[in-house]
Nanobody
Framework: QEQLVESGGGLVQAGGSLRLSCAAT????????MDWFRQAPGKEREFVAG??????YYADSVKGRFTFSRDIAKLTTYLQMNNLQPEDTAVYYC????????????WGRGTQVSVSS
């Protein structure tokens, strides 16, 4: 059974927007951090956005364009992506861990985001 489920990916033109969602399916994730990563073809998986404990933080490449948010009651995090560019094309993954020093022990299956020029 999937424990993290991403949704919201798709194909957009450059300059367009998408909103990704990551929903945890179990209440055990109540105190988990749930952040966003992505992996482009031929590249390593990289951090995109997450929650530091007090505020959202972002990779430099998405600052000012992406917005991380979360609904604790729904165990769901969101990634609003504006002004998408072809270099944002990747599979976007949600990951969860219990604390800042813990490994990312849970991963979703990912959702494809494709941006055409």
């Amino acid at each position: 059974q999937e424990q993290l489920v991403e949704s919201g990916g798709g194909l957009v033109q450059a300059g367009g927007s998408l909103r990704l969602s990551c929903a945890a399916t179990k209440r055990t994730f109540t105190n988990y951090a749930m952040d966003w990563f992505r992996q482009a073809p031929g590249k390593e998986r990289e951090f995109v956005a997450g929650w530091s404990g007090t505020s959202a933080y972002y990779a430099d490449s998405v600052k000012g364009r992406f917005t991380f948010s979360r609904d604790i009651a729904k165990l769901t995090t969101y990634l609003q992506m504006n002004n998408l560019q072809p270099e944002d094309t990747a599979v976007y993954y949600c990951a969860a861990r219990l604390g800042g020093s813990m490994p990312w022990g849970y991963w979703g299956r990912g959702t494809q985001v494709s941006v055409s020029s």
